[in-house]
């Protein structure tokens, strides 16, 4: 149990145009969902932090409107990452959370996101 | 905010050797749980251990145990009988709790393990 995916595995676009990134809990209703970002040979950065039928909250640093965040549902949350350049070009992962399990996060296995 | 330190970037041993990673974190926090991760090539994360700052008692999973100092601010992880499976990054990662709920994760750099055959 406690599966998460996220689609698509790797995406390659061009600059200027948006990206949407899908994180989905399988197998559990994800109350709380996470989005890291991991550049080449770095450490995870926690982006954003959303509840289910909330706004996301992000950590400071991070352009909330580059980088939507939308928990509509307990199983689905999505990443869009607008007019991307190639600076956004990173690993995104998403973790899902649910209280029932308590505090662990259960991770996706990231996308890769290349901007040309 | 809390900040994770792990001094170690790469460690080698041979296949069987103890080894032990070091992570060490600075907080005001009371109440929080401490994690280590291991992300192999394939880039998922896999927990490894988790420690609940309120218990003493130093968690355990099979070959993998931590050494808790919480006055110190410092978790180490212990890996006995290493294999070559065990090769990945290790990141530490703190997270607070609050009420109901909690924050995000705050890794270390990471310590890149390599066990030789």
């Known amino acids: 149990g406690a599966v998460v995916s996220q689609h698509p595995s790797r995406v390659i676009c061009k600059s200027g145009t948006s990206v949407k990134i899908e994180c989905r809990s399988l197998?559990?209703?994800?109350?709380?969902m996470f989005w890291y970002r991991q550049f080449p040979k770095q450490s995870l950065m926690l982006m954003a932090t959303?509840?289910?039928?909330?706004?996301?909250?992000?950590e400071q640093g991070v352009e909330k409107d580059k980088f939507l965040i939308n928990h509509a549902s307990l199983t689905l949350s999505t990443l869009t990452v607008t007019s991307a350049h190639p600076e956004d070009s990173s690993f995104y992962i998403c973790?899902?959370?649910?209280?029932?399990?308590?505090?662990?996060?259960?991770f996706g296995p990231g996308t890769r996101l290349t901007v040309l | 905010a809390q900040t994770v330190t792990q001094s170690q970037p790469e460690m080698s041993v041979q296949e069987a050797e103890t080894v032990t990673l070091s992570c060490t974190y600075d907080?005001?926090?009371?109440?929080?749980?401490l994690f280590w991760y291991k992300q192999p090539p394939s880039r998922q994360m896999i927990l490894v251990i988790r420690?609940?700052?309120?218990?003493?008692q130093n968690a355990t999973e099979n070959r993998f145990s931590v050494n808790f100092q919480k006055a110190a601010k410092s978790f180490s992880l212990k890996i006995s009988d290493s294999q070559l499976g065990d090769t990945a990054m290790y990141f530490c990662?703190?997270?607070?709790?609050?009420?109901?709920?909690?924050?995000?994760?705050?890794f270390g750099k990471g310590t890149h393990l390599i066990i030789q055959p």
């Open positions: 959303s509840n289910e039928g909330s706004k996301a909250t992000y």
């Open positions: 907080t005001s926090e009371n109440n929080y749980y």
């Open positions: 990662a703190f997270m607070k709790i609050k009420g109901g709920g909690a924050d995000g994760l705050t």
């Open positions: 197998d559990f209703q994800a109350t709380t």
């Open positions: 420690q609940e700052a309120y218990k003493q």
């Open positions: 973790s899902a959370r649910d209280f029932v399990r308590g505090y662990e996060q259960f």
